[in-house]
């Protein structure tokens, strides 16, 4: 049977295409400042690899921590701390007055962006009825290449202006507006009803599925109580164990893979891989 959408699940979609596209946006974003950086803050060339990766670093910790701030504070609460993340970042990318400042702005941008990774999907499979899910969650993911494409826009559209020595600010500072729209929408979504669950509110949870339009809450209530139970009464089996050893080397190698391709370089670097691939000539055309 079709389950429909109401107000709140339609703002879940508004926040999950914003939480993606916020996630690729500034994932990318430093990729067309690299110059003009270099020059503002007379970056050496391993400065610059630093200052590059310092949002990757972040991302890092934040998705190593993301599970933990999820389970003890929720979704909804962790991803307004995170959206309060990218707000920070964004304006104080644009407004650095040293490179110190600059690589603490992206370390927590980076903290926004490995922590909504993790617990933004989650968020949204917990909000989510079942017929819309996957859906739901596929749209997040779609939505952080989304953001990448937006951010290649924005600095070519801003590129335009000849805005000289500012030029990098506007172009860090873009991601501000809907890093403060993300933020606002959060405080107006309903919270987990699983993780309400979890926390024994229950009188929480039915209210919170009743908000997302759920045509029998209880029905729904008590499907997630028994899902709990069996996670909890599951045996607990350890990971690193003989026969799980393909899995775990296949995991691994798809990773590495990933970043082997030069995913990375397309991404920070395309001042260096753009001209070989239009031409000296045409590069000169499209950069000036």
């Known amino acids: 049977m079709t389950e429909k959408l109401n107000a709140t699940l339609l703002r879940t979609i508004v926040v999950a295409a914003l939480a993606g596209s916020l996630l690729g946006f500034d994932t990318a974003v430093i990729s067309g400042t690299t110059q003009p950086l270099t020059g503002a803050f007379a970056l050496s060339s391993v400065q610059l690899g630093i200052t590059v990766s310092a949002a990757l670093w972040g991302t890092v910790v934040g998705a190593i921590a993301a599970g933990t701030m999820g389970r003890r504070l929720g979704p909804r609460t962790s991803l307004i701390i995170l959206a309060a993340c990218y707000l920070?970042?964004?304006?104080?990318?644009?407004?650095?007055?040293?490179?110190?400042?600059?690589?603490?702005?992206?370390?927590?941008?980076?903290?926004?962006?490995?922590?909504?990774?993790?617990?933004?999907p989650v968020y949204i499979a917990e909000v989510a009825p079942s017929f819309w899910r996957g859906r739901l969650v596929?749209?997040?993911?779609?939505?952080?290449?989304?953001?990448?494409?937006?951010?290649?826009?924005?600095?070519?559209?801003?590129?335009l202006f000849h805005l000289?020595?500012?030029?990098?600010?506007?172009?860090?500072?873009?991601?501000?507006?809907?890093?403060?729209?993300?933020?606002?929408?959060?405080?107006?979504?309903?919270?987990?009803?699983?993780?309400?669950?979890?926390?024994?509110?229950?009188?929480?949870?039915?209210?919170?599925?009743?908000?997302?339009?759920?045509p029998d809450s209880k029905a729904e209530l008590s499907r997630i109580l028994q899902s709990l139970q069996e996670t909890l009464g599951a045996r607990i089996d350890r990971l690193f164990q003989r026969?799980?050893?393909?899995?775990?080397?296949?995991?691994?190698?798809?990773?590495?893979?990933?970043?082997?391709?030069?995913?990375?370089?397309v991404l920070y670097y395309p001042r260096c891989w753009l001209p070989a691939l239009l031409g000296t000539a045409a590069y000169s055309r499209f950069s000036s």
């Not at 920070?88 to 962006?113: D, Q, V």
């Not at 749209?139 to 590129?159: P, T, W």
């Not at 929408?185 to 024994?200: C, D, V, Y």
Request: charged share 10%.
């Open 138 to 159: 596929g749209a997040f993911q779609i939505n952080i290449i989304a953001g990448i494409l937006l951010d290649y826009l924005s600095n070519s559209i801003i590129g």
């Open 164 to 214: 000289g020595m500012f030029e990098w600010r506007w172009q860090l500072s873009v991601a501000a507006p809907p890093a403060a729209l993300f933020l606002v929408l959060m405080f107006g979504n309903a919270p987990s009803p699983r993780w309400l669950a979890m926390q024994g509110r229950l009188q929480e949870a039915s209210e919170a599925l009743e908000r997302l339009g759920l």
């Open 243 to 265: 026969k799980y050893r393909i899995p775990i080397l296949l995991t691994i190698a798809l990773v590495l893979f990933n970043q082997t391709i030069g995913i990375n370089a």
């Open 88 to 120: 920070i970042s964004a304006l104080g990318c644009a407004f650095s007055t040293n490179w110190s400042m600059f690589l603490a702005a992206r370390f927590i941008g980076g903290l926004g962006m490995g922590g909504s990774s993790v617990i933004a």
